[in-house]
């Protein structure tokens, strides 16, 4: 395989694994904080379709970006409403969610789809991106993955080192014991699920506004769904996140790349290749259950009650 | 100036009177106790004073100034520092972690400091912690060291200890005393709540007593005696103490042999081949400090958990293999530890409940539900063992714990069970509703059937066990005659110290 091949696959794969990464953290911080939101889907469509009329209309792609983030907080203050304020069960309004989003994003793309703009453009920095190999593969993205890095980057100091990363954890694992050494948890619930919200938005914007600079129907094609299993595959660390995130980015172009060496195998059998792939690396890094269960927040999906 | 002052203190749930116009004060470095018997308001009331509860009447003076507490932060703020009966500790995070989380920001520039603030203040007071070790690993009486630390390190004027020695062993109870006397001879205050009334007479300056949500005495313990305190606690009508005559037992029922467990659950404790045998017409008692494999152990006798076939025998037969339904059927009655949700079904009436486990009897064999019969047994629960409850139909959930203890033990007790398994036959149980239990127990004993009782109680162990032992760590002591017993030997066996010494015979065994 020449040196070219591999640039192009290995910067192909951040580029498809940016979004997993975006909505995962997102997720994991959600549920590090005790709450499951299985709204990821209808919020990163959400995010998509919002971002890319936004961006039609005004023409401003930054403000598409914007746009995409602010619904994908609107629709998790939605579910923060319903699961956190009024307690209702998690799973079912997650669910109501995703099926909402799917829906209002269709009804409101409708007169978009086939309309093009420019996407995000690529922001090569300067020096670092004429190194070999690397400059291309890492240093020449449009600046939402530099953002996901920093992101990335941020959510892993808070959980080793700060006091916030320890409070979301707390509250995840056992809400009652929080409330009485004086946490709010509603509001570190709220949170938790806001952020999830606009990391999903921002998912779903970087998908229309520079992934593919276009909008259709489900365009997301279930990666809200993957990047939930990536959460629970990953044990809830940040860093295997990242990791199974690109795995998943990698498997999902080797099919495009099989098929342009020539190798003759289905291409359905081919697209099946990143879900294989995620499950089996993920299943192997997280054997050890013990371990396993012992990073799994406690109270994830109990609702909380406080006491009068 | 009194440390606190509590006046008219009122707080209503629907359907009951947690606390009536309750009044007391505390002194600086006075060990307070507040007595009484479970669903009397003590935990209410402290949690009122904790910030955790709201009250719908009354006035709290903090130091001669009227406060409001809105919240625990707030009531730490003053002060006060609570260790709540189950610990507010995450076991995922390790001591300093969880010290770190209960402290203002920002009182400690870093980690390092803190930690050495932990040291410092754990040697001070005789409670060694290593701050970086992680809390699932700790054994409950050092978790309980974690939460006194977390309530020390900041300017601490009053603690509060809801029933803080029911999951301690003897040992640790006298580790625990001396810690609070050195605390209060510093001037801070304790409120120590309690129904144990040996521990308020060896500790205690003064002593509240809660009946009903009511403030029913106030006394020095030091010049009362125990059965003065019972009598405050329980009021005139009811009887207080029993003596039950020791037996030896028939031929075996349950035997256990080389039993092994390693649980799934990284949070439960392994079974190291355990041996032991309970026979017909006794009562086998088992002590130990909770977590050390008395949840798996019932369960591998339940059925819940399997084992090798021959590693549990029921009339010789080995059952190891079997399910909790095909033993039921063999005679085999449990009273898990955990009421609500694993002995009921909290959202299900009696009737239902009844017919959970007795389905045997209620179902003819085209499996339709024979009611009538049904309701009656569960009428007859309900009247032989005293159980107060709206009626048949009420909700499990609806119960306090003490009566729904009564339901679930009368409930197994009238299947006539040939072995009865019982987790914490009393615990969380007024004195009343403990002797029916115990009547129950006895005669059950009486007619035949052998009894097991995994208990942390040892007041209660001695009181109806024939036979006793202690399980550490998923491994088991002798199991000897309870004459044989002393306390401190029962003690060291719950500490894990299986072996003899010489120190500790001649002690006389508790009565």
Same mark, same amino acid.
């Given at each position: ?138 240093? =020449? ?110 498997? =999902? ?56 | ?18 606390? @009536?116009?309750? !009044? ?50 707030? $009531? ?80 601490? @004027? ?30 801070? !205050? ?22 009903? &949500? ?20 329980? &009021? ?107 002995? $009921? ?54 119960? !306090? ?46 007619? &035949? ?24 760590? &998923?491994?088991? !002591? ?34």
């Amino acid at each position: 395989m020449d040196i070219d091949l591999l640039t192009n696959i290995l910067f192909a794969t951040i580029r498809t694994g940016t979004p997993l990464v975006l909505i995962a953290l997102g997720e994991l911080v959600c549920e590090k904080a005790g709450v499951l939101n299985l709204g990821q889907e209808g919020m990163v469509l959400m995010g998509a379709a919002t971002g890319f009329i936004i961006t039609v209309v005004t023409g401003s792609l930054w403000l598409g970006v914007g746009a995409a983030m602010l619904a994908g907080l609107f629709m998790s203050l939605l579910f923060g409403f319903l699961a956190i304020s009024l307690v209702a069960n998690q799973v079912a309004t997650g669910l109501a969610l995703t099926i909402f989003g799917i829906g209002l994003s269709a009804f409101l793309g409708t007169e978009y789809v086939g309309v093009g703009i420019e996407g995000i453009s690529q922001l090569e920095i300067p020096l670092l991106s004429s190194l070999p190999v690397i400059g291309k593969v890492l240093f =020449s993205h449009d600046p939402l993955v530099y953002l996901s890095w920093g992101i990335f980057a941020a959510l892993y100091f808070c959980f080793r080192r700060t006091r916030l990363g320890l409070t979301i954890r707390a509250v995840g694992e056992n809400p009652e014991s929080a409330n009485a050494i004086g946490m709010r948890v509603m509001l570190v619930r709220y949170g938790a699920v806001l952020f999830g919200g606009a990391m999903a938005g921002l998912a779903g914007g970087y998908l229309s506004l520079a992934y593919t600079p276009l909008w259709s129907e489900g365009m997301s094609a279930g990666r809200g769904w993957i990047a939930l299993a990536l959460v629970v595959f990953a044990s809830w660390k940040v860093e295997r996140v990242l990791l199974g995130a690109y795995l998943f980015g990698a498997a =999902s172009i080797m099919h495009l790349v099989l098929q342009g060496l020539g190798f003759s195998v289905s291409p359905n059998l081919l697209s099946m290749l990143p879900y294989i792939a995620t499950i089996v690396v993920l299943m192997i890094i997280s054997n050890d259950t013990i371990k396993a269960k012992l990073n799994t927040p406690l109270a994830l999906g109990q609702p909380y009650r406080p006491q009068i | 100036m009194n440390r606190l002052e509590l006046s008219g203190i009122t707080k209503r749930y629907p359907g009951c009177i947690a606390n @009536q116009d309750i !009044s007391l004060t505390v002194q600086p470095g006075e060990i307070h106790a507040l007595l009484g018997e479970n669903g009397a308001g003590k935990s209410t009331l402290m949690k009122i004073i904790y910030g955790v509860v709201k009250p719908d009447a009354g006035e709290i003076t903090w130091q001669n100034k009227q406060v409001v507490i809105e919240g625990p932060a707030d $009531a730490r703020r003053l002060g006060i520092g609570m260790v709540f009966q189950h610990f507010s500790l995450f076991e995922t995070l390790t001591v300093a972690e969880n010290i770190a989380l209960g402290l203002p920001a920002g009182q400690f520039r870093n980690r390092a400091e803190l930690k050495q603030k932990i040291s410092e203040v754990s040697d001070h007071y005789g409670m060694k912690l290593d701050p970086d070790r992680f809390v699932h690993t700790l054994s409950v009486g050092e978790q309980q060291r974690v939460e006194i630390v977390r309530c020390l390190l900041q300017n601490l @004027q009053l603690l509060i200890l809801d029933e803080p020695t029911s999951v301690l062993t003897p040992q640790e109870v006298g580790r625990l005393f001396k810690t609070l006397r050195q605390l209060a001879a510093e001037g801070c !205050s304790i409120l120590f709540i309690t129904h144990k009334l040996e521990e308020v007479r060896q500790l205690c300056d003064i002593a509240s007593i809660l009946r009903h &949500g009511e403030l029913s005495g106030q006394c020095k313990p030091a010049d009362t005696t125990t059965e003065e305190l019972a009598r405050l606690m329980v &009021g005139d009508d009811t009887p207080l103490f029993r003596q039950f005559d020791k037996v030896q037992g028939g031929s075996p029922i349950l035997e256990i042999t080389g039993l092994v467990h390693q649980p799934d659950d990284p949070f439960a404790s392994p079974i190291r081949d355990i041996g032991f045998t309970v026979n017909a017409g006794e009562i086998v008692g088992i002590a130990g400090v909770a977590g050390n494999g008395q949840e798996e152990l019932l369960s591998l006798i339940s059925g819940e958990a399997r084992s090798a076939a021959g590693q549990v025998k029921l009339h010789g037969r080995p059952v190891g293999r079997l399910y909790p339904d095909q033993r039921r059927k063999l005679g085999v009655g449990v009273v898990p530890e955990e009421r609500l949700g694993r002995g $009921a079904v909290p959202s299900h009436s009696l009737v239902q409940n009844t017919l959970l486990t007795g389905f045997g009897q209620m179902v003819n064999r085209w499996g339709w539900i024979q009611r009538l019969p049904l309701r009656k047994l569960t009428q007859e629960i309900l009247d032989k063992f005293n159980v107060k409850a709206e009626n048949i139909d009420a909700q499990a959930k609806s119960l !306090s714990g003490g009566n729904l203890q009564k339901f679930i033990i009368g409930r197994e007790v009238l299947q006539q069970p040939k072995l009865l398994v019982c987790s914490h036959p009393t615990w969380g149980v007024d004195i009343g509703a403990a002797i029916v239990i115990h009547d129950a127990l006895i005669n059950l004993r009486d007619q &035949g059937a052998g009894v097991l009782i995994l208990s942390e109680d040892i007041e209660e162990l001695f009181k109806i066990c024939d036979r006793l032992g202690a399980i550490c760590e &998923g491994k088991l !002591s002798p199991v000897l005659p309870a004459s044989q017993v002393s306390i401190q030997r029962l003690g060291q066996w719950m500490a894990g110290e299986f072996t003899e010494s010489a120190s500790n015979q001649g002690a006389p065994a508790y009565a």
